[in-house]
Protein backbone atom coordinates (compact mmCIF):
# COMPACT_ATOMS: atom_id res chain seq x y z
CA UNK A 1 0.00 0.00 0.00
CA UNK A 2 1.52 3.35 -0.89
CA UNK A 3 1.44 6.57 1.38
CA UNK A 4 1.51 10.08 0.50
CA UNK A 5 2.06 12.59 2.94
CA UNK A 6 1.26 16.27 2.47
CA UNK A 7 3.24 18.76 4.75
CA UNK A 8 3.37 22.48 4.16
CA UNK A 9 0.18 24.06 4.28
CA UNK A 10 -0.94 26.42 7.02
CA UNK A 11 -2.51 30.07 7.34
CA UNK A 12 -0.42 32.87 5.55
CA UNK A 13 -1.45 36.45 3.97
CA UNK A 14 -2.58 37.08 0.48
CA UNK A 15 0.39 38.06 -1.57
CA UNK A 16 2.42 35.26 0.59
CA UNK A 17 4.04 31.99 -0.17
CA UNK A 18 4.04 28.14 1.21
CA UNK A 19 5.50 25.50 0.32
CA UNK A 20 3.63 22.11 -0.15
CA UNK A 21 5.57 18.68 0.42
CA UNK A 22 4.16 15.24 -0.80
CA UNK A 23 6.30 12.11 0.64
CA UNK A 24 6.23 9.04 -1.05
CA UNK A 25 6.35 5.14 0.31
CA UNK A 26 8.30 4.39 -2.46
CA UNK A 27 10.10 5.51 -5.76
CA UNK A 28 8.43 7.95 -7.14
CA UNK A 29 9.62 6.54 -10.39
CA UNK A 30 7.00 4.02 -10.51
CA UNK A 31 4.09 6.71 -10.60
CA UNK A 32 3.15 7.60 -13.94
CA UNK A 33 2.28 11.29 -12.57
CA UNK A 34 2.11 13.08 -9.54
CA UNK A 35 -0.02 16.11 -8.85
CA UNK A 36 -2.03 18.43 -6.71
CA UNK A 37 -5.70 19.31 -6.30
CA UNK A 38 -7.37 21.03 -4.21
CA UNK A 39 -10.84 21.09 -2.93
CA UNK A 40 -12.44 24.50 -1.26
CA UNK A 41 -15.79 23.88 0.65
CA UNK A 42 -18.99 23.65 -1.50
CA UNK A 43 -16.48 22.77 -4.85
CA UNK A 44 -15.37 19.82 -6.07
CA UNK A 45 -11.85 18.90 -6.03
CA UNK A 46 -9.50 20.40 -9.21
CA UNK A 47 -6.18 19.40 -10.31
CA UNK A 48 -4.26 22.43 -9.44
CA UNK A 49 -0.63 20.78 -10.53
CA UNK A 50 0.80 17.96 -12.49
CA UNK A 51 3.94 16.41 -13.26
CA UNK A 52 4.86 13.28 -15.15
CA UNK A 53 7.57 11.03 -15.37
CA UNK A 54 9.35 12.30 -17.99
CA UNK A 55 9.34 15.95 -16.76
CA UNK A 56 6.17 17.35 -18.56
CA UNK A 57 4.17 20.15 -16.16
CA UNK A 58 1.03 21.23 -16.89
CA UNK A 59 -0.92 23.92 -13.88
CA UNK A 60 -4.14 25.25 -13.47
CA UNK A 61 -5.21 28.35 -15.66
CA UNK A 62 -5.44 30.49 -12.38
CA UNK A 63 -2.34 29.11 -10.57
CA UNK A 64 0.19 29.79 -13.93
CA UNK A 65 3.03 32.07 -12.60
CA UNK A 66 2.56 31.75 -9.24
CA UNK A 67 3.10 27.79 -8.69
CA UNK A 68 5.50 25.45 -9.11
CA UNK A 69 5.80 21.59 -9.29
CA UNK A 70 8.68 19.95 -8.60
CA UNK A 71 10.31 16.75 -6.96
CA UNK A 72 13.65 15.78 -5.28
CA UNK A 73 13.40 11.72 -6.51
CA UNK A 74 16.56 11.11 -3.89
CA UNK A 75 13.97 11.89 -1.05
CA UNK A 76 10.79 10.73 -3.26
CA UNK A 77 9.31 13.76 -2.56
CA UNK A 78 7.33 16.39 -4.62
CA UNK A 79 6.66 19.78 -3.84
CA UNK A 80 4.38 23.06 -4.75
CA UNK A 81 5.40 26.30 -4.50
CA UNK A 82 2.95 28.64 -4.68
CA UNK A 83 3.19 32.34 -4.67
CA UNK A 84 1.49 35.49 -4.40
CA UNK A 85 -1.19 33.92 -2.94
CA UNK A 86 -4.91 34.84 -3.21
CA UNK A 87 -7.90 33.77 -1.02
CA UNK A 88 -9.50 32.27 -4.06
CA UNK A 89 -6.39 29.83 -2.84
CA UNK A 90 -7.67 28.45 0.23
CA UNK A 91 -8.83 25.02 0.22
CA UNK A 92 -7.48 21.55 1.39
CA UNK A 93 -4.18 20.16 -0.69
CA UNK A 94 -3.90 16.95 -1.97
CA UNK A 95 -1.32 14.87 -3.20
CA UNK A 96 -2.12 12.59 -5.92
CA UNK A 97 0.00 9.85 -7.52
CA UNK A 98 -0.91 7.55 -10.62
CA UNK A 99 0.09 4.60 -12.26
CA UNK A 100 -1.30 2.49 -14.70
CA UNK A 101 -3.37 0.38 -12.80
CA UNK A 102 -4.40 2.76 -9.71
CA UNK A 103 -4.07 6.12 -8.40
CA UNK A 104 -3.56 7.20 -4.51
CA UNK A 105 -4.10 9.74 -2.14
CA UNK A 106 -2.87 11.88 0.72
CA UNK A 107 -4.84 12.74 2.95
CA UNK A 108 -4.76 16.85 2.39
CA UNK A 109 -3.21 19.65 4.40
CA UNK A 110 -5.26 22.80 4.92
CA UNK A 111 -4.21 25.93 3.29
CA UNK A 112 -6.07 29.08 4.10
CA UNK A 113 -5.46 32.69 2.70
CA UNK A 114 -6.46 35.68 4.53
CA UNK A 115 -7.40 39.59 2.75
Known amino acids: QVQLVESGGGLVQAGGSLRLSCAAS????????MGWYRQAPGRQRELVAL???????NYEDSVKGRFTISRDNAKNTVYLQMSSLEPGDTAVYYC?????????WGQGTQVTVSS
Open 51 to 57: LTSPGNT
Open 26 to 33: RSIFSFNA
Open 96 to 104: NAVTLATYY
